[in-house]
């Protein structure tokens, strides 16, 4: 495993690390913490390997360090407390101290405080239980981190699929192509692709990972029995996870929504961000060992039912499901969060419920055996009383919102999300919805500034009702 690490850091791939952030395999610490060392470090370890970056602060900062003897001791000295011990490589460049971890070959490892396993950008800490069961059953090299020895850049590698990825990720080409493959993770210094770098970057996905292709369905009625269109998507895996969004789009029923004074618009009968959350959570989660089944989205004149192979991931409890979450494929989902198709591990769950409440719908079903299934129930009844019925609820959301702005104008956008039960985006856009209506105004800085509720009185549409219930 050493050979990931024998690169030198030079100025140019530092300033794209500082402008990318913390992800699978990086981590800003602004100081010497020793047991915030230790946990990073059997993350990593536990995980792909990775570096710490000591002297920079979590928006990627420059803060500088004293780089002595004493701290290069104390710092291998964590290391060696870990059990196993964590092997790292120390390396200074600048006033920036960078501990290169690499990956285990003992896993799991632990440190004082527990477990740790790295998924995105966080280290999530396990019970000795949970992560030896994860191990166990999902294997110590994961199947997204596993190299493919097919897929190379003379074979497969599609480089308008890499230069799609870069503009959607806002990713720079200041360094070489491979640097850049290499720093999130699906290349390595042997310029082998993992097989995650292989589901985003190749032309057919059937060529080098067939179970990867996304099947869709449309069916006449409420079982199997007549098809009425069938679609296999064999692309990489954004291209076939877009074109499975388009048939959702084909084949569901659009409904006018109405929003304040503004001109209808048309929306799908099942939300979505609730579809493309179970999309996402199907590809990034799915177990790609198994290779007699796909992913499945198949629609029926009752429901839309979105399956893919591989229950529970192992070291989750069910009833700790949308609670916790750890990823089957932690550096696919590290790609897909990339392109901002997710947030952080275990949070798209509540966002699909909350999507469904927010729209008046039935809740979804989740069953898990050797599969997952997330079951949305389409609209019964007339499609005016449902939107009436949505409007009611984001009424009575905004009104809460302002009621909360009314006691606290500095509130913070998180501590709103903690007292409607909102998620952080369910506040975000219904803010910005309410700034457009002309209902709030943002007062200086995000950080420093305030909100200011602007008073009408307009007696039809949203913005009326909103300033009836504060009347």
């Not at 995980?47 to 928006?59: A, M, W």
């Not at 898990?368 to 609209?379: D, G, K, L, Q, V």
């Not at 500034?449 to 602007?454: K, L, V």
């Not at 009185?457 to 300033?467: A, N, S, V």
Request: hydrophobic residues 35%; charged residues 35%; proline residues 3%.
């Amino acid at each position: 495993m050493e050979e990931e690490m024998n690169n030198k850091m030079n100025k140019q791939e530092l300033e794209f690390i500082l402008q990318e952030g913390e992800g699978l395999k990086i981590e800003f610490k602004e100081a010497l913490d020793i047991k915030g060392l230790a946990k990073e470090m059997v993350a990593f370890a536990n995980s792909l390997g990775g570096r710490i970056f000591l002297g920079v602060s979590d928006d990627g900062n420059i803060k500088s360090i004293s780089i002595t003897n004493k701290l290069k001791s104390q710092i291998q000295s964590i290391a060696r407390d870990c059990d196993p011990e964590v092997k790292i490589d120390l390396e200074e460049f600048e006033d920036i101290l960078i501990i290169n971890v690499f990956e285990g070959d003992d896993k799991p490892y632990k440190c004082s405080s527990g477990f740790y396993l790295r998924q995105g950008a966080n280290s999530q800490k396990m019970t000795v239980s949970e992560i030896r069961k994860f191990f166990n059953e999902e294997g110590k090299i994961l199947f997204d981190e596993r190299i493919n020895k097919d897929f190379s850049f003379e074979n497969g590698f599609d480089k308008h699929k890499f230069n799609s990825f870069l503009e959607m990720s806002k990713i720079s080409k200041v360094i070489p192509i491979k640097d850049i493959l290499r720093n999130i993770g699906v290349l390595d210094n042997g310029e082998k692709f993992r097989n995650a770098g292989v589901l985003f970057f190749c032309s057919k996905i059937e060529e080098f990972i067939p179970q990867a292709v996304v099947t869709c369905v449309l069916y006449k009625g409420k079982d199997k029995v007549f098809i009425i269109d069938k679609k296999d998507f064999t692309a990489d895996l954004f291209s076939n996870y877009k074109n499975a969004v388009d048939f959702l789009y084909r084949n569901l029923k659009l409904k006018y929504d109405i929003k304040g004074f503004g001109p209808r618009k048309e929306t799908l009968e099942i939300p979505e961000e609730a579809l493309k959350e179970a999309l996402v959570n199907a590809l990034t989660h799915r177990d790609y060992l198994e290779k007699g089944a796909n992913i499945l989205i198949e629609i029926y004149d009752d429901r839309v039912e979105i399956t893919n192979p591989g229950g529970l991931v192992s070291g989750i409890k069910k009833d700790e499901f949308g609670r916790k979450s750890l990823s089957r494929n932690p550096l696919l989902f590290s790609l897909f969060k990339r392109i901002d198709l997710v947030e952080r591990v275990g949070s798209g769950i509540n966002r699909i419920r909350n999507a469904m409440k927010e729209a008046g719908l039935e809740p979804p079903r989740f069953e898990f055996t050797n599969f997952f299934t997330i079951t949305f129930y389409r609209p019964r009844g007339n499609i005016e009383t449902r939107v009436k019925t949505r409007v009611k609820t984001r009424v009575k959301t905004r009104v809460k919102i302002i009621e909360i702005i009314k006691e606290n104008s500095s509130i913070t956008t998180p501590e709103i999300a903690k007292d409607t039960g909102l998620t952080i985006k369910g506040v975000e856009w219904n803010l910005t919805k309410m700034k457009e209506d002309g209902l709030l105004k943002r007062v200086g800085s995000k950080k420093g500034g305030h909100w200011e509720i602007i008073e009408k009185k307009e007696e039809d549409g949203e913005k009326g009702k909103i300033d009836n219930n504060k009347s």
